[in-house]
């Protein structure tokens, strides 16, 4: 989500409860460290290759939905093909239930490989029981027969006047890493995490209406539309029986519009497709073959909100006489910036909203600066300065609301970016972004990794800037901590040996695939058995925990053959 114009003053003191970061971040301390030292422990960062074999995702989903239009429900028989690789057996299933949060999910059926089960519904967190435990490679195919009834208020979930926008709808896995998420949803932010999966979507309207969806739209025939979509976290759905439809071709990329206005149509083509050039520039190409941009019924104070290849407008925001440099093109900026950071590069929003929401609040600035530099100081005051002290390392549990989170995570979010490309300088500013979204597409990004890759992209120390922001023990030493990776370079098979070496004494390391976690120990020299770790690229994620619970990380992509 969401927009700048939140109920608090953009500018204002934090709350109780954010303030209380404050004592978490400490004072930046400036200290020279030997750079040449510390580069050649470092090393380069490792250049983005593209690598030969993508794995199919863990999980497909089939959802077959009939929407009521005038009585504002979805009946919906939810189909989940699911491979276990975390490699440890899972004894049941847990997936998130967006919905249930506002108590309109009424789940009439839960059935595990066609036999009926009781499923456990706890607030936002719904567990199928297995009969038997899924064995790491195993899949299995679970059934969901929900009706969902969207509030008749506006929001990202919402049947209203104006149409439905079904933003969060199904329930939908929950990440397993280690263990299931169990986390409650909570309504500040955007607290969803997920991983990639395919789509499969056959959607039936009771009285005609325009239909827009994540993915491609396969067919349709009448009132049934079908959609498919690949690789992606979510699948949003807009309907209205009045959109002003548009489309255009930028590069590979299909861009749709469905605007409440021919006006706002014209508008949101145009400049979508200047966002997505140079958005792409910046950061490698637009992941999707479409991105449809649509009004729906959000508040005006929300702004918008980020689905992959979709991306929802407050249709109650006024279209300008002027589009550029106004309120409503730097949203949608943002919100296609999303489509990076959020949807191609995961985070897990609740801890580590900031990996995608300060990234997308910069993009708006960055963009400016470059392509209209006249409004850059205007983009930055709306955007990003002001704010409040805090700790941008926060989750948005830590917020009682959204202007407060907003303060901290976006605002002084960008202002660190904004302080990390003045100190790198542009070029080894964006490669280090566009190496970070090559590193972790269609993965789940790391914050700590990600301010890693960034030291080992500077010639200068950054725990003072760092620590002026976050609260990550790992940056806070005034001295850079180093440590050393040794890992093979090609790709893995069979077994792969990794040496770790560090200036500190190392409690703990872990070493992960994705989700999988191949090693867990104090040992520092290890040798991972890859024998039943299926072929395809990885996020190898290395994490050290320090004697003083400094947790540290470096990520690279790999690739593990047969
Ligand atoms: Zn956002």
């Not at 929802?312 to 999303?338: C, K, N, T, V």
């Not at 976690?517 to 190898?540: F, I, K, M, S, W």
Request: hydrophobic share 40%; net charge negative; with cysteine.
């Amino acid at each position: 989500m969401h927009s700048v114009r939140t109920d608090t003053a953009p500018a204002g003191p934090a709350t109780s409860r954010g303030v209380s970061h404050v004592s978490r971040l400490v004072t930046p301390v400036h200290l020279a460290v030997a750079l040449a030292v510390m580069l050649a422990l470092i090393g380069p960062a490792q250049p983005p290759r593209a690598l030969a074999t993508e794995q199919p995702p863990a999980a497909s989903y089939r959802l077959d939905a009939a929407v009521d239009v005038a009585a504002g429900t979805v009946d919906t028989t939810e189909v989940v093909r699911l491979r276990n690789v975390g490699g440890t057996p899972l004894p049941s299933i847990v997936f998130r239930v967006g919905p249930n949060g506002g108590g309109s999910c009424t789940l009439r059926r839960a059935a595990v490989e066609g036999q009926d089960v009781t499923a456990q519904l706890d607030g936002s967190v719904l567990e199928l029981p297995l009969a038997r435990p899924l064995a790491p490679a195993a899949a299995t195919e679970l059934t969901l027969t929900f009706t969902i009834a969207p509030p008749s208020t506006p929001g990202r979930l919402a049947a209203t006047r104006r149409g439905m926008a079904l933003g969060n709808w199904f329930p939908i896995l929950a990440v397993h890493r280690g263990d299931w998420d169990r986390r409650q949803y909570v309504d500040t932010g955007d607290a969803f995490f997920s991983q990639v999966a395919d789509f499969d979507l056959t959607l039936t309207t009771s009285t005609a209406a325009e239909v827009v969806a994540t993915g491609q739209r396969a067919d349709a025939d009448g009132r049934k539309v079908h959609y498919v979509a690949s690789n992606v976290r979510d699948l949003a759905v807009a309907i209205a029986p009045d959109y002003t439809m548009r489309t255009a071709t930028a590069g590979d990329t299909t861009i749709i519009v469905a605007a409440s206005s021919r006006d706002r149509s014209a508008a949101y083509l145009g400049r979508a497709t200047e966002f997505i050039r140079w958005l792409g520039d910046k950061l490698g190409p637009y992941p999707y073959p479409t991105l449809v941009v649509a009004d729906v019924d959000l508040p005006a104070s929300y702004g918008g909100m980020e689905y992959p290849a979709l991306v929802m407008m407050a249709g109650r925001i006024p279209l300008p006489s002027q589009i550029e440099g106004s309120f409503l093109d730097e949203l949608l900026l943002h919100e296609i910036a999303h489509q990076w950071f959020y949807a191609l590069v995961g985070n897990d929003e609740i801890d580590d909203p900031w990996l995608d929401e300060a990234f997308a609040t910069y993009a708006i600035y960055a963009y400016y600066r470059d392509a209209r530099p006249d409004l850059a100081p205007g983009a930055y005051r709306e955007w990003i300065a002001g704010g409040a002290s805090g700790d941008v390392a926060a989750s948005v549990t830590d917020f009682p609301s959204d202007g407060p989170y907003i303060n901290v995570v976006y605002r002084r979010g960008a202002q660190f970016l904004d302080g990390l490309q003045n100190q790198l300088g542009d070029t080894a500013f964006w490669a280090l972004v566009r190496d970070h979204v090559a590193t972790n597409r269609d993965r789940v990004a790391t914050p700590r990794a990600f301010l890693d890759r960034a030291q080992a992209s500077s010639t200068t120390p950054l725990n003072p800037l760092i620590s002026q922001y976050f609260s990550y023990r790992a940056f806070q030493s005034p001295e850079t901590r180093l440590w050393k990776l040794d890992a093979p370079a090609g790709p893995w098979s069979g077994s792969a040996h990794l040496a770790v070496s560090a200036d500190f004494p190392v409690a703990r390391v872990q070493v992960w695939l994705d989700q999988r976690r191949l090693a867990d120990g104090p040992a520092n020299d290890l040798t991972l058995d890859l024998t039943d770790v299926e072929p395809g690229e990885y996020v190898l994620l290395v994490q050290l925990s320090g004697q003083d619970e400094a947790i540290y990380e470096r990520s690279r992509r790999i690739e593990v053959i047969r």
